[in-house]
């Protein structure tokens, strides 16, 4: 129904305000227990074959929401009775921000794919702890952090520590984002020397605290090689768990889109299947340039089974959703964990 019903409607309208809409539409629909519940039994896919053990937490599938989706953790029970099997909230900053000007999402469908400049439009980390000590289902739960637009690149390391520490007792797993395309001067934050910094500094917080959580570093696609062995190198030298790759590209090569339609748009992070073979690519070499010793989160152009299979035998042990959601709908769970299944068969 949603593809062929609900998507050509909501793509007559302008992408972040569908999305906000379908945030209340959610809200709504999903507010009684028994219809969560019902949610769930129509879309959850419940199979040992499928659950996933990493970082010491135990995952039912390895189909997670990416970042950026649900930043404000408003919508936790809602997508867990989805059937997801995590939920990466943020990215979140130490304090409130309106993000870039709108608009700041864009279609484009001949791509299958979004393009945005949100830029860490988020309520700020204290306003999201209120809706995580309120949410009901124990789905886990990733902190996508960063640093506020103000902050300058010399001061990163505060804002992060921040968010850190105010996310740690409510938040599963944490991801430092260092890669944003859309906050000024953020990726220079992905250089060898800030980064080890930052990294270093965040795991020695974590080994004060009476009970550790995962860290992971989310990458961008554009990186060469030799910055990806870098960023091998500073995942080992650091100690921290792992790595989610990628985020958005700022490449344009290669896309269907008039370049009328991408002229207008202008600047902002492509997603979806765009990014799909970059992506695994980024996957397949940090899982062979660390002798599959980095636990890796795939993201990218991920619309099928076939598509998260990919991730996966290319060095993911989880993959998340996000453009594959809004082209999909809420069946996209459902239908990637079935076809895994059928693929181990």
């Not at 002798?291 to 991730?311: H, L």
Request: proline residues 5%.
């Amino acid at each position: 129904m949603y593809k062929y019903l609900l998507k050509p409607i909501f793509f007559l309208f302008d992408a972040e305000k569908v999305h906000y809409f379908v945030f209340s539409l959610l809200k709504i629909l999903l507010k009684p227990a028994f219809l969560k519940k019902l949610a769930y039994f129509s879309y959850g896919v419940t199979s040992e074959k499928l659950q996933t053990q990493v970082w010491g937490l135990n995952f039912k599938n390895p189909v997670g929401v990416a970042a950026g989706f649900d930043k404000n953790a408003v919508l936790i029970d809602e997508l867990a009775s989805l059937g997801f099997g995590f939920i990466e909230i943020g990215t979140l900053t130490p304090k409130p921000q309106s993000g870039n000007d709108q608009p700041r999402l864009f279609r484009i469908p001949k791509d299958k794919g979004l393009i945005n400049r949100m830029g860490f439009n988020n309520a700020g980390v204290i306003e999201a702890i209120k809706h995580l000590k309120s949410r009901k289902s124990d789905i886990i739960i990733g902190g996508n952090i960063g640093k506020n637009k103000t902050t300058p690149n010399e001061q990163a390391i505060d804002d992060y520590e921040f968010c850190f520490n105010a996310l740690h007792d409510y938040v599963d797993y944490f991801v430092v984002n260092v890669s944003s395309p859309n906050t000024p001067g953020l990726r220079e934050l992905q250089e060898k020397e800030p980064l080890s910094k930052l990294l270093s500094h965040l795991v020695e917080w974590n080994n004060t605290k009476i009970k550790t959580k995962p860290i992971l570093l989310k990458i961008a696609p554009d990186l060469t090689n030799e910055q990806l062995d870098d960023i091998v190198e500073i995942v080992q030298l650091t100690g921290i768990h792992g790595i989610v790759a990628t985020n958005t590209t700022i490449e344009r090569n290669g896309l269907n889109s008039p370049n009328k339609l991408l002229t207008t748009i202008g600047n902002g992070g492509v997603s979806g299947l765009p990014l799909k073979d970059r992506s695994t690519e980024v996957i397949r070499y940090i899982s062979q340039k660390s002798n599959k010793t980095i636990p890796i989160i795939g993201v990218g152009g991920i619309f099928t089974a076939k598509d998260a299979q990919e991730k996966l035998d290319a060095g993911a042990v989880l993959v998340q959703v996000y453009t594959g959601f809004v082209y999909e709908g809420p069946g996209i769970t459902k239908k990637i964990c079935q076809g895994l299944l059928n693929i181990d068969n």
